[in-house]
């Protein structure tokens, strides 16, 4: 294929191809291993990734107008923890002019996600409410389907379409016709009574039932679920402030050997968070009691980050309930920071929103708060930007600072929830083990179960080719039985 078709392949994509085996990995299970239809798959995805130069859609390229219609966009997770792709069908209005480029904007969307989580699957939600005539477009609904089906490999889970009107029943019956049947067993159609069971409340709109105010404005580029309003918390007061003192001072007395290993020059925190000189002498960085020695860093421009993509946090038995963040400055200058998360009213980020000093590392405790679990839904995100040397560090200039850098000088990094659901783990176990090995995530899970359903597949059809020769075998026998005793029949009549 490469050298048949190198000059119609994006070198990027080769690339790859060449060196990230999950990509591959997934082209394969979405082919149900078998190489043929592997290469097709990945040739024809590739042609079309070139064609819509896939790898250069940026937000920047594409008209504004396609943003500011809402029609689709990214925002919220189903009950399993995907990611959900919205279509506002309603904003949609059939043009062929415009056609080209809100592909491109879908294309946009697939793989402005594809890069920012790795592949991880994605939802479609298909909001046909107050839909007509006007918003049917099968050609764009074709390609929508194209684009997981024949581009991006074992990328959808489930397409969740909810109320279709009855005037658009015979037009989903050609789309099914373009489905194979794994893919229209993923169809899952919908109204407001049984929506939920696959979309909690909590991540649907008040038309379909839910409770999710979120609102899609543009600019800016809504991006994932830290948009408006700033999901950001402040210092913690009062109650909060005396709780987590007296936590903080049990977790540092069983943490007491691993904070010693921790670099004692390590930036205090400012404000409320800011220790006691006694205990900045003693060289302890505070940390909570499912702290690690994170194994994984992510490490950005700016800032190095620990942990690179997890927080673990205990379930309501365990009772686990901090993390720590620690951030590392690379640079040559002073680096603000921010913490935001989707779920503002479940944790507390002490410090939220400060700055590094260069070289120096800080550490960011996140706490859930009151009687709050944690959930697989939930996320972090870190945004750093560089500060002129002359800037000050204090809250006035960081409120300052942020209004007016460049988004396109932002670092932005995001972590997931992890949620440990061992009752009673040793002590050993939980300091070395159970923070320390990523646990695998739905999408690992999915992969395993999709590879045992093709074996069990595979081993069904050998089972009933079996089945299928044990029948014949025995049809030929009775066969042959009957053809010997008509002979001996015969050869006794003439006998007699």
């Not at 679920?225 to 007296?246: A, R, V, W, Y």
């Not at 860093?297 to 993390?323: D, Q, R, V």
């Not at 959930?375 to 960081?398: K, N, T, Y």
């Amino acid at each position: 294929y490469l050298l048949d078709k190198s000059d119609k392949y994006d070198s990027r994509d080769v690339e790859r191809l060449q060196q990230d085996d999950k990509w591959v990995e997934n082209y394969l299970i979405w082919r149900h291993d078998v190489v043929d239809d592997t290469l097709k798959m990945i040739d024809e995805s590739f042609h079309w990734r070139k064609e819509y130069t896939v790898n250069d859609l940026t937000e920047s390229v594409l008209p504004k107008w396609l943003f500011e219609s809402g029609s689709l966009f990214l925002h919220g997770y189903d009950k399993e923890g995907y990611k959900l792709f919205w279509f506002r069908v309603k904003h949609h209005i059939r043009d062929p002019k415009q056609q080209l480029e809100k592909k491109k904007l879908v294309a946009f969307w697939l793989e402005h996600y594809a890069k920012r989580d790795h592949g991880k699957p994605l939802t479609v939600v298909f909001d046909m409410a107050e839909t007509g005539i006007s918003h049917i477009d099968l050609d764009f609904v074709r390609f929508i389907v194209s684009c997981f089906t024949d581009y991006y490999p074992n990328f959808l889970t489930k397409i969740v379409i909810f109320e279709m009107p009855w005037i658009m029943n015979a037009a989903f019956k050609i789309v099914k016709g373009w489905l194979g049947p794994e893919a229209i067993s993923m169809l899952k159609f919908t109204n407001k009574s049984d929506v939920q069971e696959y979309i909690s409340a909590e991540h649907l709109p008040p038309h379909m039932g839910g409770t999710d105010s979120f609102k899609y404005s543009y600019p800016p580029l809504v991006d994932d679920d830290f948009q408006t309003p700033l999901c950001e918390n402040g210092p913690i007061t009062s109650e909060d402030e005396h709780e987590s003192k007296e936590e903080i001072d049990t977790d540092t007395k069983e943490t007491g050997e691993q904070n010693e290993e921790q670099n004692p020059n390590q930036k205090k925190m400012n404000s409320v968070e800011q220790i006691s000189k006694s205990e900045e002498t003693d060289k302890t960085e505070i940390k909570p009691k499912n702290a690690k020695k994170a194994l994984t860093t992510y490490k950005g421009p700016l800032l190095h980050i620990s942990p690179a993509e997890e927080l673990y946090f205990g379930s309501k038995e365990t009772g686990e309930k901090k993390c720590l963040i620690v951030l590392t400055n690379v640079t040559k200058n002073i680096v603000a920071f921010k913490v935001r998360t989707t779920a503002p009213e479940k944790y507390r980020v002490k410090p939220s929103n400060s700055s590094c000093e260069p070289g120096t590392s800080l550490d960011i405790i996140v706490s859930l708060h009151g009687g709050f679990a944690a959930s697989l839904q939930d996320r972090f995100l870190i945004m750093a930007a560089e500060m002129e040397p002359s800037s000050g560090a204090g809250v006035p200039e960081l409120t300052q600072f942020w209004k007016e850098v460049p988004r396109t000088k932002v670092m932005e990094h995001r972590l997931r929830c992890h949620v440990v659901e061992s009752s009673k783990p040793s002590s050993l176990t939980l300091k070395e083990n159970a923070f320390n090995i990523p646990a695998k995530t739905n999408e690992d899970l999915h992969i395993q179960l999709t590879r045992l359903l093709q074996i069990n597949k595979r081993l069904q059809e050998q089972i009933d080719r079996c089945l299928w020769f044990q029948q014949l075998s025995i049809v030929l026998s009775l066969l042959s039985v009957t053809v010997v005793a008509f002979c001996f029949y015969l050869a006794y009549t003439q006998r007699s």
